[in-house]
């Protein structure tokens, strides 16, 4: 009898024009191939992260010359958001650099920038570090729509990437988000030294969460100077296509986000990659503190595959 491990390693192996094909059947069947979902990220609280995240440039631990910032006004937020929905995006994710959520004034801000987000139309995420069952409940009551948290690479490999928090407190909030309602936006890191062992074990392990993540963002190291991965090896682009198409095959309804990366890849790449099953990017010239291609870039490649941007 096949394992899960075997189904996922046979998937990931055949044949590139196999696995293609495959992929883009399923990708066919649950969503438009020529949508894109457009979505923005806003670091509303920057840097001086507890977390000994590798790869990070806002971890303490790294030492990145990363300017520190409180957390923002939510009138601010919220006209980032604006902006942001002017320019196409349907999805607006909030990023805080905290280890954890605390029952504090400034989670009652961030509940405030949701439900403002959240009334402007848009599908609004956030992702702030581990959440309590009754902290994703009053994020679900204040109109949020996903949480994210990834698993970013195997269970095996985690260890040699963070130390501080551990693969089981990562499972622990994913519950917690599910068990509020809360859409659960979960994927990986690729590029941080790991093998392609380990990245089929992390698609195993995003395999086994029930309910699956609605949302599987996949991002490529972003080199950060002063972090302990600053010289790793970049991803070989056929890996990273081979790694969409099979993420596309395991979770055919999910959006698979090309997320972290995109500025050092190809414009040829991106354009396997979305033909290999990815459906969403993230739009402007910063993610939260690392570079991403320029807005007319992304309009102009979408233009030359006569792509569109998803509408909501
Ligand atoms: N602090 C939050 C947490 O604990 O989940 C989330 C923010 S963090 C920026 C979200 C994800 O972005 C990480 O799990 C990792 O996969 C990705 N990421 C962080 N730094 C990155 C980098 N330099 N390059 C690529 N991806 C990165
Ligand atoms: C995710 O998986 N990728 C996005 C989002 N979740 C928050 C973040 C990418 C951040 C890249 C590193 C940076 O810009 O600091
Ligand atoms: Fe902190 Fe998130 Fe960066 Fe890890 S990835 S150091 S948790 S901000």
Redesign the pocket.
Known sequence: MSTTRDRITQIYHQPLPNLLFNAQQTHRLHHDPCAVQLCTLSNIKTGL?P???A??S??VHNKTGLIPQELMSAEAVVAEAQAAKANGSTRFCM?A???EVKDNSQFERVLEMVRQVAALGMETCCTL?MLKPHQAMRLKEAGLTAYNHNLDTSPAYYGKI?TTRTYQERLDTIRAVSAAGISVCCGGILGVGESVEDRLELLEALYHLDPVPESIPINCLNHVAGTPLQDVPAVEPIELVRMIATTRILFPQSTVRLSAGRVKMSDELQALCLLAGANSIFTGSILLTTPNPERSHDEQILERLGMIPKPL
Do not use: F, K, M, N
């Open positions: 992260c977390e000994d995240c790869y990070c806002q971890s990023g650099a905290w280890r570090g963070i």
